[in-house]
């Protein structure tokens, strides 16, 4: 699967944006989202379940952002809204290759990775 991240960009706290990932290629089962800021690991943000549409939020975004999806562009979205500085990272759009002995929030799961978008929440 080709993954194409977009929309990230420089906002202050408390602001709104809205990142896509454009998917191509075969199938797959879901795309999540994770972010990684510097020096930190990687970490999961957000899932959705392509034919269902059922999402799974961390504890950290729940609330505040909205994953969905638009089968028909074949198109993932997340929108980031109450944006802190704590929420600063490159964001990544994933494949989920659906091997359903982890957990969507762990990065095992996922076989394709967009390229990353930068989101910069200023205090």
């Known amino acids: 699967v080709q993954l194409q991240a977009s929309g990230g960009g420089l906002v202050q706290a408390g602001g709104s944006l809205r990142l896509s990932c454009a998917a191509s290629g075969r199938t797959f089962v879901g795309l999540g989202w994770f972010r990684q800021a510097p020096g930190k690991e990687r970490e999961f943000v957000t899932y959705?379940?392509?034919?269902?549409?059922?999402?799974v939020y961390a504890d950290s975004v729940k609330g505040r952002f909205t994953i969905s999806r638009d089968n028909i562009k074949n198109t993932v979205y997340l929108q980031m809204n109450s944006l802190k500085p704590e929420d600063t990272a490159v964001y990544y759009c994933?494949?989920?290759?659906?091997?359903?002995?982890?957990?969507?929030?762990?990065?095992?799961?996922?076989?394709?990775w967009g390229q990353g978008t930068q989101v910069t929440v200023s205090s």
């Open positions: 994933a494949a989920d290759r659906g091997n359903y002995r982890y957990s969507v929030r762990a990065l095992i799961r996922y076989g394709d």
């Open positions: 959705i379940n392509w034919s269902e549409g059922n999402t």
